[in-house]
């Protein structure tokens, strides 16, 4: 990946921060996510080509069926709790439970391969 696309999720951590939320961008810096201060929910973003997707992230009750989440918007640059406070649609979880997936379990599966440094 190139300098430019890192330059990119360096300046919209910088901006998502500014907004009062914690950042934490991939060790090889295309890509990280976002929380709160309390670690409820994750929205994740990343390089699309030549645009930076964001998606929420759940658990359901039947993951095979559901995934682990679902994308929610591109190129956003500002109000970054408008992503965060998105709900997972009906077409994304069907009839299946589910919940956020919180900071803690987010990097319980992600931190070793991501190696998520705080911004």
Do not use: C, H
Not at 90 to 103: I, R
């Amino acid at each position: 990946m190139g300098d430019y696309q890192k330059q990119m999720i360096r300046k919209l951590a910088e901006k998502i921060k500014a907004e009062g939320f914690r950042v934490f961008i991939a060790e090889r810096g295309t890509y990280g996510f976002f929380t709160d201060a309390g670690g409820t929910r994750v929205v994740s973003f990343g390089m699309d080509l030549t645009e930076i997707a964001f998606s929420g992230n759940y658990v359901t009750s039947a993951p095979k069926n559901t995934g682990t989440g679902w994308r929610i918007a591109e190129n956003v640059t500002s109000n970054f709790a408008n992503l965060f406070n998105a709900y997972a649609p009906q077409w994304a979880v069907g009839s299946a439970t589910w919940k956020y997936k919180t900071l803690e379990k987010y990097l319980a599966e992600y931190q070793q391969s991501s190696k998520f440094l705080e911004v």
